[in-house]
């Protein structure tokens, strides 16, 4: 079997594709840092919320694990990423911590 019709995309082209896959980019890497997905489109979250749109989750882990991944998530254009004392980036804006984020990572794209 030949795999040369397919080529590998730069991290950058994987970006520019639609939301959900960049939202299961930011889920593998969440995993791969060591974090754990806490909540996908289950639990109680703002109303409106990306959880319940399926756009957004929750990962948890270490206070190192997760400041390391919200800085890695950070240079991807989230819609939305939360993360106390790190900060807040609403639809492309540093709006500073948001509270109620301390114990997890929420990302939505
Ligand atoms: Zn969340």
Redesign the pocket.
Known sequence: MSHDSFETLSTEDLTLVAGGSQLGNARRTAQEMGLRIT?TTGGR?APG?Y?YSGR???AAGSHSQMSAFYRAMSKTSPTELFYDPSGGIKHGRSIGPIGGHRD?V?IAY
Do not use: K, L, N
Request: glycine content about 0%; cysteine-free.
């Open positions: 909540s979250h919320s959880h957004a989750f929750d997890h929420h």
